[in-house]
């Protein structure tokens, strides 16, 4: 026998949260419906040195500041799961836990979820997955044919298994960096990005990224030429670690090579390096398996969006995958407006 809400949110992560805090601030029913076990989203499984990429009251979703970690400016993962979870509990958020959604599905006047522990009906789902769940992988010739060890960002936890290995980390991006700076030192490193690294000025953290990214949708909105955003500034937030690793020249990056051998990589001019591990950090994509039933998604596998509301399925919303759903709607501080007019349109939704 299925439930029924008004709203179902798929994902307990930073989006999910703040989609249900707007929800609870408007008084709409909905549950949110998470497959970890535990509070903190993603930032539960991320490497141990992570560091945010801004000061703690510049990383905080709508209602709540996220308080100072003691003794650091830009604080760690663990300290950002605290949070989550005391934002979850002090605004009684209904999350239900280790529950895993298969397929979202149109029933008439609703959307049917499909769920490992039954079905729920709704009259709108807001999709908060996210990303981590879906590491991207490129297709570089001779990857089968490495017979070292291959990981990606989302499996790399500390530099202390590594070392004295030869470890490539290939990746350009923050990821990349952080990931390079962390192993320098331990490992013998080759850090390969595919274009040279383009490091931020180093007063510029997060809070700079933000206000750069909602600057460029503002533009985009008003049919004004593209700001560039984000990318106008550079791939590299230079935290501390990462500063501290290039300015010791422990940060020099090799060109990408052109494919991968039973023991290492080859450069197209026939230089080599042999590994132990190659590490990939190359980005995810967005973990949308569950609406493939819907038919929604478009080119580069995104599902077309009016703000934060599919164009082909106005009772779904998405929240958290970046510009695509709202100027830095991956981040913490990012996700609290686009997840208020989501809430906003929802509650049009329903009062029909």
């Known amino acids: 026998m299925s439930q029924r809400a008004d709203v179902v949110v798929i994902g307990g992560g930073q989006a999910g949260l703040a989609a249900g805090y707007h929800l609870r601030r408007l008084g709409i029913e909905h549950v949110i419906l998470d497959a970890q076990a535990a509070p903190g989203g993603a930032w539960q499984h991320t490497w141990d040195s992570l560091r945010l990429f801004s000061p703690a ?18 604080p760690d993962a663990g300290h950002v799961v605290d949070y989550l979870a005391d934002y979850e509990k002090r605004y009684e958020l209904p999350v239900q836990r280790g529950v895993w959604v298969s397929a979202v599905h149109r029933d008439g006047p609703f959307l049917r979820v499909e769920t490992d522990g039954g079905d729920w009906q709704a009259r709108a789902v807001v999709s908060a997955t996210g990303t981590w769940t879906r590491p991207f992988l490129p297709a570089v010739p001779g990857r089968r044919d490495f017979t070292g060890r291959q990981l990606h960002t989302v499996q790399y936890t500390s530099p202390d298994e590594f070392a004295g290995q030869r470890v490539i980390v290939v990746g350009g991006g923050n990821s990349g960096a952080q990931i390079a700076a962390d192993l320098a030192g331990t490992a013998e490193l ?18 700079a990224l933000f206000d750069a990214a909602t600057a460029r949708r503002h533009a985009l909105d008003a049919g004004r030429t593209d700001t560039g955003g984000v990318a106008s500034l550079g791939d590299i937030v230079a935290v501390p670690p990462v500063r501290a690793a290039r300015d010791a020249g ?69 929240l958290g995958y970046g510009d695509w759903t709202g100027p830095a709607s991956a981040t913490l501080i990012g996700v609290g407006r686009p997840a208020r007019d989501a809430a906003r349109a929802i509650r049009q939704l329903v009062a029909l």
Request: glycine share 10%.
């Open 57 to 74: 009251q510049y990383s905080s979703l709508p209602g709540r500041l996220m308080p100072s970690q003691p003794g650091q400016l830009y």
């Open 190 to 207: 080759t850090w390969v990005t595919q274009r040279p690294p383009r490091y931020l000025a180093d007063d510029i953290d997060g809070r």
């Open 250 to 318: 422990l940060l020099t990056a090799k060109p990408m090579f052109s494919h991968l051998t039973r023991n290492g990589v080859e450069w197209p001019d026939g230089a080599t390096a042999q590994a132990d591990t190659v590490i990939w950090c190359t980005g995810f994509r967005p973990a949308l398996a569950p609406f493939a039933t819907l038919r929604l998604r478009g080119d580069g596998g995104h599902i077309a969006t009016d703000g934060t509301r599919a164009v082909d399925e106005p009772r779904l919303h998405l």
